[in-house]
């Protein structure tokens, strides 16, 4: 069974990039999109955007101008920046596999989250 | 006017049935969408419950219990899913998606309660 685990700076200081890398086990990060997802404290969730091997990207339209993801199969990592945080970008981060396809979204396993929070 | 609109909270006795809806913007007809359902309890990530666009185009997820279904209100432009035989399990929160301009778009979530 596949399994995912997050991993990067757990702060992030106000105008900086957030980093951010899933590392894929138990299976090969090919042939599937791979989605990175936030959820603020409290708040529900907002889908962040997603990579295909291929290279192939879908961005949420609010966050698109500050958004690169990118995917390294040679690792089974796929990675996440932010740039330009604010408080406003603290959140628990997931990621998570889609095998939606090119035109639907199917998150069917995800990792356990990393809290990242944007403070000086 | 958001994509998604879901109830933040709903109440219902165990054994009994409790039916979420997911209501779609009024310019987007939930007759073209599949419906996606995801379940989230304190400290975990979501899971994924099911996927509902028609009697003919619907999955349920692996190992998800058949109490657990979707379906769709065309009237009220809405998808519901319908959790029957409430156990106290089945409380969390509950999250409808679909996927919407080559975007996912998340609902805001509904907190169901099981008392």
């Known amino acids: 069974q596949v399994q995912l685990q997050e991993s990067g700076p757990g702060l992030v200081k106000p105008s900086e990039t957030l980093s951010l890398t899933c590392t894929v086990s138990g299976g090969s990060i090919s042939s599937y999109y791979w989605s990175w997802i936030r959820q603020p404290a409290g708040k529900g969730l907002e889908w962040i955007g997603r990579i295909s091997t291929s290279g192939s990207t879908n961005y949420n339209p609010s966050l698109k101008n500050r958004v690169t993801m990118s995917v390294d199969t040679s690792k089974n990592q796929f990675s996440l920046k932010l740039s330009s945080v604010t408080a406003a970008d603290t959140a628990m981060y997931y990621c998570a596999r889609d095998v939606g396809g090119t035109n639907h979204a199917l998150f069917d396993s995800w990792g356990q989250g990393t809290l990242v929070t944007v403070s000086s | 006017q958001a994509v998604l609109t879901q109830p933040s909270s709903l109440s219902a006795s165990p054994g009994a049935s409790a039916s979420l809806t997911c209501t779609l913007r009024?310019?987007?007809?939930?007759?073209?969408?599949?419906i996606y359902w995801y379940q989230q309890k304190p400290g975990s990530p979501p899971q994924y419950l099911l996927r509902y666009k028609s009697d003919s185009d619907k999955q349920q997820g692996s190992g998800v219990p058949s109490r657990f279904s979707g379906s769709k209100d065309a009237s009220a432009n809405a998808g519901i899913l319908l959790i029957s035989g409430l156990q106290s399990e089945d409380e969390a929160d509950y999250y409808c998606m679909i996927w919407h301009s080559s975007a996912v778009v998340f609902g805001g979530g509904t907190k169901l309660t099981v008392l």
């Open positions: 009024s310019d987007i007809n939930v007759g073209s969408y599949r």
